[in-house]
């Protein structure tokens, strides 16, 4: 037992001087932490779950959890726009996709918009336990690309209209961490002319501390901004290309705008 201790002790000394000396040891470590935290947090709570599966309020301990993982990482995050949330009725949520810690951005965003339901790709579905939680917490399974995404999609449309649900999509359908968002793809605007609900753009800031080419994962400053709604009520389906070119445009000026924000300033 005692050599055993002097073994961990050894490599947790290890552990903490690569990862003060060496930016890519610390991008690995940083990652290896997401990766845990973000499977414990999110899976510890799933008993509780089964009482009311496919509830969005099941998420509410995860994401809170979740935030709290993030501050450990060193992430601050700032909300702005709350006075664009409507919970009154339903709504398809735009956001912008970068990296796999954006699930630290919806866990910000959960408590503050009420029955929000995230679509996902249905490889997640077989990440056996994180997978169970995310259905337990009401996400939305696709194949992308197949027939049947469209059926599920189109019966989430209902549910934004009768039920008043809040369905999260990442338009640009692949994650990248540039300066230039990805062109939006069709799915999420027939969804809102579907439903005949408003979208509600939400941009979040270039993620400055993190650089998978580098590698580096530092800390640092995110503004998530709640955009004003943009109402689909009166467009037809001839108006999405209309439509899409605004929304991106919108997102873009504001991801411009929040990135040149929280960019470290260099000391002179």
Not at 159 to 183: M, Q, S, W
Not at 200 to 214: G, M, N, R, T
Not at 223 to 235: Q, R
Not at 237 to 248: G, S
Request: proline share 6%.
């Amino acid at each position: 037992m005692a050599a055993f201790n002097v073994v961990l002790g050894c490599i947790m000394a290890l552990l903490i001087i690569l990862f003060t000396i060496s930016s890519i040891a610390r991008y690995y470590i940083k990652f290896t932490l997401f990766l845990v935290l973000s499977l414990s947090f999110a899976t510890l709570p799933i008993p509780l779950m089964l009482f009311r599966p496919f509830d969005p309020k099941n998420a509410l301990i995860p994401a809170a959890l979740l935030r709290f993982s993030s501050r450990l990482l060193g992430i601050r995050w700032k909300v702005r726009g709350l006075e664009n949330v409507d919970d009154s009725r339903g709504a398809v949520v735009l956001l912008n996709h970068q990296s796999s810690i954006d699930l630290f951005a919806l866990a910000v965003l959960w408590p503050l918009m009420a029955r929000c339901t995230v679509v996902s790709k249905r490889e997640l579905q077989y990440l056996v336990p994180f997978g169970t939680a995310s259905w337990l917490w009401g996400t939305v399974f696709i194949d992308r690309g197949a027939r049947s995404a469209h059926s599920v999609l189109n019966q989430q449309s209902n549910a934004v209209r009768e039920h008043k649900r809040k369905l999260l999509l990442f338009p640009e359908g692949t994650r990248h961490l540039g300066d230039k968002l990805l062109p939006f793809r069709k799915g999420a605007f027939h969804v809102a002319m579907d439903a005949r609900a408003p979208i509600q753009p939400i941009v979040v800031s270039k993620y400055h501390f993190l650089d998978a080419k580098q590698p580096r994962f530092g800390s640092g400053d995110v503004i998530v901004t709640i955009l004003p709604i943009i109402e689909t009520e009166n467009l037809q389906k001839e108006d999405i290309p209309n439509l899409m070119e605004k929304t991106q445009i919108l997102m873009q000026e504001e991801f411009t705008r929040t990135s040149a924000e929280t960019k470290p300033r260099l000391s002179l």
